[in-house]
T-cell receptor, first 113, second 113 residues
Framework: NAGVTQTPKFQVLKTGQSMTLQCAQDMNHNSMYWYRQDPGMGLRLIYYSASEGTTDKGEVPNGYNVSRLNKREFSLRLESAAPSQTSVYFC????????????FGSGTRLTVV | QQQVKQSPQSLIVQKGGISIINCAYE??????FPWYQQFPGKGPALLIA???DVSEKKEGRFTISFNKSAKQFSLHIMDSQPGDSATYFCAASMTDSNYQLIWGAGTKLIIKP
C-alpha cells in the first residue's frame, strides 16, 4: 500500500501564480487534512475534510481553498501565491470516528519568490 | 485552552541515556494523546498514544507517562540510540472535535554517539 501520496514533492512559484497540491490515500480513510509546517511553528491545520463531501477551515485557511474530489483525493489550491506561503505542506488522513491515527504523506516543499 | 505546550524545544542526549519530552494541556475534554516522530524530509508518523484511563503505556523503549491531575504527559525514550534522532510532536484530541489533533510545537532530539 502506498498510504498517502502527495504531488509534487518540490515546487517554486512566482508571487501571484496559482497551483494545486494533490493528495490521494488508498487506505479507505474517511478524514483528510492539509497542514503547513514552518520552522519553530509546528504543524498548523489549513483545512480538513471530516468525511467525503464536507470541508472545514482549520487554523490558517486564508489564501487557500480545498476540494474533496472523492473519498481518496483531497486537493489544496493556492489561488495567488505569496512569499508568506513558502512552507512544507503535508497531507494526512485518518479513519475518522473512533480511530484517531493519522497517516501523513511525505510533503511538498513550496517556495514562493 | 486549546493549546498543547511542549518542552524542551531541543534536546541533546548521549547514546544509552534517557530522553524525556514533556507536554501540558488545559482542556480537560481531551481524551486522546499521541506522540508522533518525524525524520528529516518525511512526514510525521504515529509512535505511541495513550488515553486518560491509564497512567502509563509502554511500547519497546518508548513510554508515555500520563498525569491526569496535573494535565501533563511525557514521552520517555529509554536506551536512546542515534537512530532516535528526530523531531517529536505531542498532540491531543477530543471526541467532539471531529477528531482534529491539537499539536505541540515539537522537540528536536539529537542522540550523540
Amino acid at each position: 500500500n502506498a498510504g498517502v501520496t502527495q504531488t509534487p514533492k518540490f515546487q517554486v512559484l512566482k508571487t501571484g501564480q496559482s497551483m494545486t497540491l494533490q493528495c490521494a490515500q488508498d487506505m479507505n480513510h474517511n478524514s483528510m487534512y492539509w497542514y503547513r509546517q514552518d520552522p519553530g511553528m509546528g504543524l498548523r491545520l489549513i483545512y480538513y475534510s471530516a468525511s467525503e463531501g464536507t470541508t472545514d477551515k482549520g487554523e490558517v485557511p486564508n489564501g487557500y481553498n480545498v476540494s474533496r474530489l472523492n473519498k481518496r483525493e483531497f486537493s489544496l489550491r493556492l489561488e495567488s501565491a505569496a512569499p508568506s506561503q513558502t512552507s512544507v505542506y503535508f497531507c494526512a488522513s485518518s479513519p475518522g470516528r473512533g480511530n484517531y491515527g493519522y497517516t501523513f504523506g511525505s510533503g511538498t516543499r513550496l517556495t514562493v519568490v | 485552552q486549546q493549546q498543547v505546550k511542549q518542552s524542551p524545544q531541543s534536546l541533546i542526549v548521549q547514546k544509552g541515556g534517557i530522553s524525556i519530552i514533556n507536554c501540558a494541556y488545559e482542556n480537560t475534554a481531551f481524551d486522546y494523546f499521541p506522540w508522533y516522530q518525524q525524520f528529516p524530509g518525511k512526514g510525521p508518523a504515529l509512535l505511541i498514544a495513550i488515553r486518560p484511563d491509564v497512567s502509563e503505556k509502554k511500547e519497546g523503549r518508548f513510554t508515555i507517562s500520563f498525569n491526569k491531575s496535573a494535565k501533563q504527559f511525557s514521552l520517555h525514550i529509554m536506551d536512546s540510540q542515534p537512530g532516535d534522532s528526530a523531531t517529536y510532536f505531542c498532540a491531543a484530541s477530543m471526541t467532539d472535535s471531529n477528531y482534529q489533533l491539537i499539536w505541540g510545537a515539537g522537540t528536536k532530539l539529537i542522540i550523540k554517539p
